[in-house]
């Protein structure tokens, strides 16, 4: 089992950053797939990065609209994984979640994750 928990989300104006974390417990956390979904209200939740379980070139996953201005990120030492937004706009308005998943392949399929926190909200205003 692996327990996950946001923090950091919040109100930003248009143009601002944030840096969402998510700690976790239990499962040995390097061994795992860590991801970041986001769902917007009346919308499906839907993919935003994934880092594999070790940290190097070719280890993240971005969906393509994201990639220049999201970083995601982790700490194995902290068992933490970070997305950094910048030039936050308000389409970015969700509820972001983290989530988890065994093996290594990095995949931006949310039924592909089993483990998943409760979410953390970012409001950008205009």
């Known amino acids: 089992q692996v327990q996950l928990v946001e923090s950091g989300g919040g109100l930003v104006q248009a143009g601002g950053s944030l840096r969402l974390s998510c700690a976790a417990s239990?499962?040995?956390?390097?061994?795992?797939?860590m991801a970041w979904f986001r769902q917007a209200p009346g919308k499906e939740r839907e993919f935003v990065a994934a880092?594999?379980?070790?940290?190097?070139?070719?280890?993240?996953y971005y969906t393509d609209s994201l990639k220049d201005r999201f970083t995601i990120s982790r700490d194995n030492t902290k068992n933490t994984v970070y997305l950094q937004m910048n030039s936050l706009r308000s389409e970015d308005t969700a509820v972001y979640y983290c989530?988890?998943?065994?093996?290594?392949?990095?995949?931006?399929?949310?039924?592909?994750?089993?483990?998943w926190g409760q979410g953390t909200q970012v409001t950008v205003s205009s």
């Open positions: 989530a988890a998943r065994g093996g290594a392949r990095l995949t931006a399929l949310k039924e592909e994750y089993g483990y």
């Open positions: 880092i594999s379980r070790s940290i190097g070139i070719g280890n993240t």
């Open positions: 239990g499962r040995i956390f390097s061994s795992i797939v």
